[in-house]
């Protein structure tokens, strides 16, 4: 069918003349046909692509083969004038990147509403640091490109766009001058938390964003219609936008949007890149309700302790450990400030960090909900003891703030190849020791896995979580890949023989009640907002 295509327009012609010799009136009904399939083709087309209804969910992966693709049906279709929540990925070619921003941009002016964004922008090549990143080569107009991502970017927030999420993409190549280390000196120096108070002038904001300008580069400029700006959820996972010339965007977004919740996640910038704009989004906003930090390379355990004095008013933190990186120091030094949450209910953080917040000055009176992973990824019995360690630390600090209400605690840990069997058996041949006095703080338990599991190292795990006497909850998870006919109720009661006390378990989203263990019925909204994170 896709052949008619193909054919070309002269061919098509003829065959139309042919029949207007014999019956004219009847090419009035091709029109009418066209439309009536269709209106027929594309309902079938979204269900086969998994959008039964596309005004809900809508998601496009665009092709770089000039081939029709998700886009293109969307922008045939009449019916869809507003999608609650569409997600667009851009392919890797790099020359056709404006083409493509272009389509995309077509389609939100097209729409009546769109109310959350993802884009998913073409990933740049495998870098590990910020010099790599600067790099990068740009095989298109910078300036169109430029122009077209703020045309997309600000066409989403005149759609009523309450929630956008940035990832990947190509970077612009930044000159000398913007970056170097005389400008993000002069720009940390002015935001040191010593020197900055709350409420700084319009005037003194723009001169701090001013110095990171690219003038070889138009700057994206924020541009909601005139209206009040929607924007009230923003997620970078995207160095592009913390870097010019795209940071000025990211930076207005901030500043004139009622922005509550933000995520900063896997993003590469030096540490003095890090120290000059941390401060100044806390700047920006200062009434930010929801925060999460996680795979930030170069960003340091100080900076990220100073950045939190700047917002007194979070009720939900999530601070994820960054795997693998040269740069990040995930310790918190005892000189390093020490936050006031006084507000805060829902904490997800590195043990490290909870640890400080928790020392003597302390301010969390209405902590509902903890979970905390290892400083680092849990390899052998060493990992296993440094469980132990931090367990014993926490949970005695919590019980001696002596809080109305034990917030619920959880412990997430991945176990890689190496922890099992042998690495369970010999930590439980460590006496308890202090720790048995303060496990019936931790109430529940996630555990990640790299790969499948014997009976004989099922049995070593439920022996290793029994020594966890508050446990009431226990869910274990394993890589797609791995866990074929894992979740069963074999495998449930195998683990629950050895825990008697723990009340649910979950194997891969499927929960098993541990009186009955017969039928796995779907889990249910979660009792707290504890977002948890793969570490």
Aim: a neutral charge; glycine letters at 4%.
């Amino acid at each position: 069918m896709a052949g008619f295509l193909d054919l070309p327009n002269e061919l098509l012609l003829l065959v139309l003349e042919e029949l207007s010799l014999d019956t004219p009136h009847d090419l009035l009904s091709l029109p009418a046909l066209c439309q009536r399939l269709q209106d027929l083709s594309l309902p079938v087309y979204f269900a086969s692509m998994g959008m039964p209804d596309p005004t809900q969910r809508a998601t496009a992966e665009l092709r770089s083969d000039g081939k029709p693709d998700a886009l293109d049906a969307l922008l045939m279709t009449s019916w869809v004038t507003s999608i609650d929540d569409f997600r667009c990925s851009l392919p890797a070619d790099t020359v056709e990147l404006v083409e493509h921003a272009g389509r995309l941009s077509t389609l939100i002016q097209k729409l009546d509403a769109v109310r959350r964004l993802t884009i998913v922008w073409a990933p740049p090549d495998n870098f590990e640091s910020i010099e790599d990143l600067l790099d990068v080569e740009v095989l298109v107009d910078l300036g169109a490109l430029a122009a077209q991502m703020q045309t997309l970017l600000n066409a989403a927030l005149k759609r009523g766009c309450n929630g956008l999420t940035l990832r990947n993409g190509v970077l612009f190549p930044v000159h000398p001058n913007v970056l170097r280390a005389g400008t993000i000196s002069a720009v940390a120096h002015k935001l040191l938390p010593n020197t900055l108070s709350i409420g700084r002038s319009a005037s003194w904001v723009d001169a701090q964003m001013g110095r990171f300008v690219d003038d070889a580069v138009h700057s994206l400029q924020f541009d909601s219609g005139g209206k009040h700006s929607p924007l009230s959820r923003l997620d970078i996972e995207s160095t592009m936008f913390l870097l010019p010339p795209c940071l000025n965007w990211t930076l207005s977004a901030l500043r004139f949007s009622p922005i509550s919740s933000l995520s900063l996640c896997g993003i590469f910038l030096s540490t003095k890149m890090w120290t000059a704009i941390l401060p100044l989004i806390a700047e920006l906003v200062p009434e930010l309700a929801e925060l999460t930090m996680a795979d930030l390379h170069g960003l340091e355990g100080t900076d990220i302790l100073v950045f939190l004095t700047r917002l007194p008013l979070l009720k939900s933190l999530k601070i994820g450990y960054t795997e693998y990186s040269r740069r990040v120091q995930s310790s918190c030094p005892d000189s390093a400030p020490q936050p006031k949450f006084w507000h805060l209910e829902h904490l997800h953080a590195p043990s490290t960090f909870v640890i400080h917040f928790l020392k003597k000055k302390s301010a969390l009176p209405k902590l509902r909900t903890l979970c905390i992973t290892p400083r680092k990824l849990i390899l052998g019995f060493r990992g296993l003891r440094h469980i132990r360690q931090f367990c014993s630390v926490i949970a005695r600090q919590l019980v001696k703030h002596r809080y109305a209400h034990l917030p619920e605690v959880c412990i997430e840990m991945r176990c890689g190849k190496d922890i099992m069997q042998r690495d369970f058996t010999a930590d439980l041949a460590e006496p308890m020791g202090e720790l048995a006095r303060w496990l019936f703080v931790i109430t529940r338990l996630v555990v990640f896995f790299d790969n499948d599991m014997s009976a004989a190292e099922l049995s070593s795990l439920g022996r290793w979580i029994n020594r966890f006497t508050g446990l009431v909850h226990v869910s274990l998870r394993m890589d797609a890949s791995s866990a074929e006919g894992w979740a069963t109720v074999d495998t449930a009661r195998a683990i629950s023989v050895k825990t008697p006390h723990v009340k649910t378990f979950e194997l891969n989203g499927v929960v098993f009640d541990a009186e009955t263990l017969v039928e796995p019925t779907i889990p249910g909204p979660p009792r707290s907002r504890t977002v948890q994170f793969a570490v």
